[in-house]
């Protein structure tokens, strides 16, 4: 970021100079940019050194159509010679105080079909690793191809259940903020189900320990099989007398189901926490 303004606006393009170089020779190239708005802000200052006319934070009004080209130079091509090559490009977006609603980070978002967004309140939370789900996304899910992949390769329903996990997370948080701002009596009972569900999702699927032999490192096969397991808690519809009643019971479940995590798969003691699982869930399942 100390660099002259030319180096700067310059530097994210030799790059891929270079990485399309070696594309040409059939190899696979991972590209890592760090971070691009420090190169949209010389884009920003040459800009105005030629007077241009100024967009959105006096940033380029092409500044979308420049992001969405450079991001077009990486991918996968198939040589004359029958070789295949690729690059992958990973750019991060720094914007200041966290503000996703900047042009960099919107022109960023339109070009990437893939996203992840750090939230510092996760962080501060110590909820790791601290990607926001919500903000996050992933468009490869749309292609018939990839689709088809991971129900073939993972479960028939697994693109099903990332779609129906991800709108139980965006409920909870819908309900949380409701519960925040009418007090726990203020709202319905079951927006404080709801919202304990998604904590539960939360908790055991995407946080992880870093430090656990076990939870480091999880097979796909014990991811399908603990978002099942999760969903199906998710989808079960519990009775309570009151919302105090609500928070202990999923505090429980969440312990139960931590436990599970750092033992290995399906073991005797695996087997007797879901086990346990399935008594607590049937002292509160609706008739």
Known sequence: SNMPVAAREASVYTAMTIAEYYRSMGLKILLLADSTSRWAQALREMSNRMEELPGPD?????????????????????LNNGVAGSI???GAVSPAGGNLKEPVTEATKK???????????????????????IESYSKYLEYEEVQKHLNEHISPRWVDDVYE???????????????NILGD?????????RLWKSELLDRIILQQDGFDPVDKSTSMKRQCY????????????????????????????????????????????????????????EERRAK
């Open 226 to 281: 603990m978002m099942h397991l999760i969903l199906d808690v998710c989808r079960t519809d519990f009775v309570f007398e009151s919302y105090e009643e609500v928070q202990p019971y999923f505090t429980g479940l969440i312990n139960l189901l931590r436990q599970m995590n750092y033992l290995e798969f399906q073991n005797e003691e695996f087997n007797s926490y879901q086990a346990q699982l399935k008594e607590a869930m």
């Open 58 to 78: 006096a940033y380029p009004m092409d500044l979308p159509a420049i992001i969405s080209n450079f991001y077009s130079r990486n991918g996968y091509v198939y």
């Open 165 to 179: 996990a991800k709108d139980l997370l965006l409920r909870g948080k819908e309900a949380g903020d409701q519960i």
């Open 88 to 90: 992958t490009f990973i």
């Open 111 to 133: 070009a990437a079909r893939c996203f992840y967004a750090l939230s510092q309140d996760r962080a501060d939370s110590k909820r790791y690793p601290a990607v926001d789900p």
């Open 185 to 193: 009596d203020g709202v319905p009972m079951e927006y404080h189900e």
